[in-house]
């Protein structure tokens, strides 16, 4: 199983990017997806996160009412569309998620990560 991020890329700030994390390999059901980000010299940290049944999220308070995450489970795809992009968004930006695999068991798995720079 693997978890493959795309859609980062460079922003001017007040712009839009659109990150997807897509699981593949032998999938049988996703729990929780999170996506994080990590800037040079600080700590990985949460910035939102959805449940299985896609109704409960939640955000960071740096990222409340700018960012939206949202899954596609036919896809076994996340996303997380950022709006508003400041500079301070800049990182590279990770999705995390509790699967369970075809030896119906439950793993965490990690994306390669994917950045996001925002130029003020």
């Known amino acids: 199983v693997q978890l493959v991020e795309s859609g980062g890329g460079l922003v001017q700030a007040g712009g839009s990017l659109r990150l997807s994390c897509a699981a593949s390999g032998d999938t049988i059901r996703i729990d929780a997806v999170g996506w994080y980000r990590q800037a040079p010299g600080k700590q990985r940290e949460l910035v939102a996160a959805?449940?299985?049944?896609?109704?409960?999220?939640n955000y960071s308070d740096s990222v409340k009412g700018r960012f939206t995450i949202s899954r596609d489970n036919a896809k076994n795809t996340a996303y997380l569309q950022m709006n508003s992009l400041k500079h301070e968004d800049t990182a590279v930006y990770y999705c995390n998620a509790d699967i369970m695999t075809v030896l119906f068991r439950w793993s965490n798995f990690w994306g390669q990560g994917t950045q996001v720079t925002v130029a003020s």
């Open positions: 959805i449940l299985s049944g896609g109704s409960r999220t």
